[in-house]
């Protein structure tokens, strides 16, 4: 972790992170089979509401 970060400055690097993630998973579906479909859809929900926890957190903080 770079120690010149602010908590809030991490704390928004992390929520970024976790949006591109969320996008490159979703852009996987296009391309996956039909048998792991299921599977990366939830990745998807597990990053989105990942991303909602950071957010939420950071707003309060």
Same mark, same amino acid.
Request: glycine share 0%.
């Given at each position: 972790?770079?120690?010149?970060? +602010?908590?809030?400055?991490?704390?928004?690097?992390?929520?970024?992170?976790?949006?591109? +993630?969320?996008?490159?998973?979703?852009?996987?579906?296009?391309?996956?089979?039909?048998?792991?479909?299921?599977?990366?859809?939830?990745?998807?929900?597990?990053?989105?509401? +990942?991303?909602?926890?950071?957010?939420?957190?950071?707003?309060?903080?």
């Amino acid at each position: 972790m770079n120690d010149s970060l +602010t908590i809030k400055e991490l704390f928004v690097k992390c929520y970024c992170e976790s949006r591109k +993630t969320q996008a490159y998973l979703t852009q996987c579906l296009d391309k996956c089979p039909e048998e792991e479909r299921e599977y990366l859809i939830e990745l998807v929900e597990k990053t989105a509401s +990942t991303s909602k926890k950071i957010k939420e957190f950071y707003e309060k903080h």
